[in-house]
């Protein structure tokens, strides 16, 4: 009898892209069902297994929630170092809401200035990494 709950070992993986927002995951099973973990580290977000996501052929070391969380850590460093006042709750990657997470992705920090140039930097710097 198949475990009901099941990881593969990151070597071990199969990969699959979404055919709607471009998100990145693994196939795993939970209650004995095949699903889609998507591929953030330290959380477990199980989507359904349906036609619209398709085998991903292309593997990169970045996916780009992970280069947004990159450009998210650097800018939160950049603004303590240069004085700027952050909120409590926007201080933690893992704080912010998916539709946070998101909105830093495709804008940066909103802040202008120095804020946005290290954005920018790093998007432009890392994009091969990520596929783009």
Not at 12 to 34: K, L, P, W
Not at 40 to 67: A, C, F, V
Not at 102 to 107: E, K, P, S, V
Request: charged share 40%; with cysteine.
């Amino acid at each position: 009898m198949k475990d009901l709950d099941w990881d593969p070992k990151p070597s071990e993986r199969v990969y699959y892209r979404s055919t709607h927002d471009g998100q990145r995951g693994y196939m795993v099973r939970r209650n004995g069902i095949e699903a889609i973990r998507l591929d953030r580290p330290m959380e477990e977000l199980i989507r359904e297994l349906n036609d619209g996501w398709k085998r991903d052929e292309e593997s990169y070391p970045l996916n780009p929630h992970r280069l947004a969380k990159i450009a998210f850590v650097a800018d939160r460093e950049l603004a303590a170092a240069i004085g700027d006042r952050i909120e409590p709750r926007e201080r933690e990657w893992i704080d912010l809401s998916e539709r946070e997470r998101i909105r830093f992705l495709n804008d940066g920090p909103d802040e202008g200035g120095i804020r946005d140039k290290l954005h920018l930097a790093i998007v432009e710097c890392l994009k091969e990494l990520a596929g783009g």
